[in-house]
């Protein structure tokens, strides 16, 4: 019998995580999982919104270590428009 045709590769990303040291910013986390075509402000407001509670306070300049963030895929951080976001920073 023919060999059983290979599943097919899945259009979508596999999950990614990033532990929090101390120390880390979620600029400097954003800045190392950067996505193609996603602002900088993108990423910090998506990251800050898939992980509510892992901001002392929702804000995202007080991360807390040892907290496992969940990296948004690129069509989570596209959703956001960018002016939404430049906004978002710009009042943390």
């Known amino acids: 019998p023919a060999p059983a045709p ?11 995580t990033h532990t929090v040291q101390r120390g880390d910013t979620l600029r400097k986390i954003a800045t190392a999982n950067a996505v193609e075509g996603v602002s900088l402000e993108q990423m910090l407001v998506g990251m ?7 901001f002392d306070g929702r804000n995202m300049n007080r991360l807390k270590a040892g907290r496992i963030l969940n990296v948004p895929t690129r069509a989570e951080f596209e959703a956001i428009p960018e002016a939404e976001a430049r906004k978002v920073v710009s009042v943390q």
């Open 6 to 16: 290979a599943p097919a590769q899945s259009a979508e990303e596999p999950p990614r």
């Open 48 to 54: 800050l919104r898939a992980n509510p509670d892992a």
